[in-house]
């Protein structure tokens, strides 16, 4: 009898130690749901910070996030929004930390005002494809300062609804990969892409959000279609 009672304890403890491997796993697999793509500590940080404000909807609603939960990323956090009559993404919001990076205020502005040609439609093509399939871009290109000085910068663009107009917004990080003692006194005059991703996220089949739109603003979109930026293709 007592052998058999430490063959049972002897079992318990196998399954006990199994499932909490198990759950080991489990757990590390969680961490790294964040694509690889995204590279700069700020940028994971918000997604996370989307992909739970969005919960089982295809875009986050703007009047329920809670930017207080980003707070540290709050400066290099900005809104943009495409203006139906011009066609042009404006800064709908910027932060201080990315009118600072730019040496100029730029709520209110063009987003890609400066942008060489190819840039410009490359990134509006991005921008699109953030509005019209809902799903998250990632960017990261060299910025150029009017005295000659380079910096490297990532873009991520999440899609967010303005439950008031119902109008789909990008939800944006902008952020530098250093920070260099003349951020604030020079002005970035030119822009070159290095690469640009789209971010899959899952599908989610009772979620109606955007459907009628997608259609509508596919057919309306003037500009080329998405373009994928492959590492090395630009020096």
Request: charged share 25%; with cysteine.
């Amino acid at each position: 009898m007592h052998a058999f009672v430490e063959a049972q304890r002897t079992a318990m403890t196998h399954l006990y130690k199994k499932r909490k491997a198990m759950e080991f796993i489990y757990d590390n697999q969680q961490k790294s749901k964040i694509p690889a793509d995204i590279m700069h500590p700020s940028s994971r940080t918000l997604f996370r910070f989307w992909e739970a404000a969005r919960g089982e909807m295809a875009a986050a609603k703007k009047q329920d996030l809670d930017l207080k939960k980003v707070a540290k990323i709050l400066p290099n956090l900005s809104i943009l929004e495409r203006d139906a009559a011009t066609q042009i993404y404006q800064w709908r919001l910027a932060g201080t930390g990315i009118c600072r990076l730019w040496g100029q205020e730029l709520t209110g502005n063009d987003v890609l005002s400066g942008w060489p040609d190819f840039e410009r439609q490359t990134m509006l093509s991005g921008f699109d494809m953030i509005v019209a399939s809902l799903q998250p871009c990632v960017a990261r290109f060299k910025a150029i300062s009017s005295l000659g000085t380079e910096i490297g910068i990532e873009f991520i663009g999440f899609p967010i609804q303005d439950t008031n107009s119902g109008a789909i917004q990008i939800l944006a990080a902008v952020v530098p990969f250093q920070t260099p003692d003349w951020l604030g006194t020079q002005t970035l005059v030119n822009f070159e892409i290095s690469s640009m991703r789209k971010i899959w996220t899952e599908s989610l089949p009772d979620d109606q959000l955007g459907t009628s739109r997608t259609s509508e603003f596919t057919r309306q979109a003037k500009t080329p279609p998405f373009l994928k930026i492959i590492d090395g293709g630009r020096p």
